[in-house]
């Protein structure tokens, strides 16, 4: 029995047992559709050789300190102006997550007087930044921009002084679908506004050279991205791009960037590499444009109708020990496919997450869809 002191930890543990959401790590095993590794980048054998070359050059492993002191290396320097001028934005800064760059972000750019606007399915990363930042926070219904411009007209009424910012995924990592990324700007036009694109599942995959959902629309002053670099770009760490006083602002009043040592010199090596990929290999990003094209087809034939419009492929289940047992099911067969349970996801929509990558291919999903059609069938009361 734990002792007292751990007895509130242990009964959160039982609660989530009894409502099927208790969490296990479990090792990697059978055909991967479960990954981010969209592109196929992270086995990379170039990815693998640039980050050898470097090693073999003198890169460091750590950085040795935050990019304040001594931590700053050529490597993030190279890799920064670079990404700025892939992503066509006029300063890039390089951040060690996904998750520390939107939390980042949304403590340090909105002031106290301005309004955060939230898609109600932002990744957890900015809810919880938006929490922690000093500015008023409200969320929109998901993927409305009418909902969106009706928050901010709300509070502009109610005596909101300072300038909203508008916070979106371009592509969501739940649902696999699309922000409407030009009536949000629009929107952000008319009210002097920021807007935030969390261009995380969309980079590399979306848009000309992988450069994202936003790639037309970067450069504006009112546009702040952030490109994970742990998802596509088979790497890790993750790139905010924006105006150069926004990102200087960030280098100054930003504390999760201030008192952080900086990213592996050699993750910026990687990321420069898989930008460089993205330029000199577009069959990458072709040939998963087929997969996505034949997987949708395959799930309308066998089911009736498509479940996303682009590489992630919600297959909503609703109960979470359903959806845990199906996914079960699907392992023992040989796919790799997770179960994702609330708060993930909101209740009553726990799901499998089926993500289409260059690991697999045509007959793996073939042969996949044919063992969710028996497995549901199987499960069926």
Known sequence: MPSDRLAIYSDGLQRLAADDRLRRLSPRAGLDFSSNDYLGLAQAPRMKRAVAAAMEAGT?????????????CEEHERLEADAARFFGAESALFFGSGYMANFAVLTTLPQRDDLLVLDALVHASTHEGARAGRAETCQFIHN?????????????????????????????SMDGDLAPLEDLIAIAERHDAFLLIDEAHATGVHGAQGRGLAAAYEGRES????????????????????????????????????????????????????????????????????????AHGAIAARFGESWSPSQIIPCIVGNNARAMNLAAALQARGFDVRGIRPPTVPPGTARLRLSLTLNIDEAAIAALLDALSDEIGGLRP
């Open 223 to 294: 546009i702040v991205t952030v490109h994970t670099c742990g998802k596509a770009l088979g790497a890790a760490g993750a790139l905010v791009t924006a105006s150069r006083v926004l990102c200087d602002t960030l280098i100054n009043r930003c504390r999760p960037f201030v008192f952080s040592t900086a990213p592996s010199p050699l993750m910026a090596v990687a990321v420069a590499e898989a930008l460089a990929i993205l330029r000199e290999e577009p069959e990458r990003q072709r040939r998963l444009a087929q997969l996505v094209v034949f």
């Open 144 to 172: 409305n921009a009418q909902s969106a411009e009706d928050a901010i007209l709300i509070w502009r009424r109610s005596g909101g002084v300072g300038r909203p910012w508008i916070v979106v995924e371009s592509l969501y």
């Open 60 to 72: 460091p492993v750590g950085a040795g300190g935050s990019r304040l002191l001594r931590g700053n």
